[in-house]
């Protein structure tokens, strides 16, 4: 029996006619049974090019993140199979369905998007700035965390629904951090992931500035391995964690 698919496009201050058309084409490509635009601080131009496409388009009247909004769209989906792609549409359709596929066809719980892998393929880069401080973090997270990928920050993702139920608990990064939270928690929980090569576009206009959200990632790089070896019962990270507060999940805050 066919698995049913849900996709989430988390969005900020987005390019309105390339989110639509991206949108557009996910459904054509995919025919997913569900997309839900997840939409942060939207103004009236973006509300008026969503105002039919074939999704669910959800407001919030102030920015969660991305993390926060990815989390409120998986809990939203009732399918099989979870997936998120960026709203810059770097990751083509075609592209995001080998990524489902790997969930999907029951190869791996957790599918990363790779741009950093050996067969990946890139048409356009980012900024020499931006590469650079994105492969040192890809670096350091495969030294620190249990899953060895050569990418983990790449905004396209897919996860079984059952793989998502085990680790939605675990997860607390509202921003860009997430993927990397999502990523070191499969890991710890061993969960199958599988890292999907992939051909890649950078798309100018991000929102995200390289310096400040490297610094954000180093930081919640470190606290993602604290949580995961929590997981795995690691008495000294067990014995850290018994002195300070308990955040609240995502899940929770919803």
Known sequence: MSRSVGIVVPAFRPDVDRLADYVEALHADRDPAAIRVEVDDPDESVMAAL????????????????????????????????????????????????????????DADLAVGSRRHPDAHITSHQTLARRFLGDGFAWLARRLLDAQLYDYQCGAKAIDAAAWEAVRGHLYEPGFAWD?????????????????????????????????????LARALFVAR?????????????????TRDEPTALVDKR
């Open 51 to 106: 105002a039919d496409p074939p999704a669910t388009v959800h407001p919030s009247p102030y920015r969660r993140g991305k993390g926060a909004a990815v989390t409120d769209g998986f809990e939203a989906l009732g399918t099989d199979v979870l997936a998120f792609a960026d709203a810059d549409g770097s990751t083509s359709p075609s592209e995001f369905s080998t990524i489902v596929d790997a969930v999907r066809d029951g």
């Open 180 to 216: 990397v939270e999502l990523v070191a928690m499969a890991g710890a929980l061993e969960l199958r992931i599988a890292e999907v090569p992939i051909t890649w576009e950078d798309k100018p206009g991000s929102t995200v500035s390289p310096v400040r959200t490297s610094v954000r």
């Open 226 to 242: 604290h949580r995961a070896k929590q997981i795995r019962n690691s008495r000294v990270h067990n014995a850290i964690a018994a």
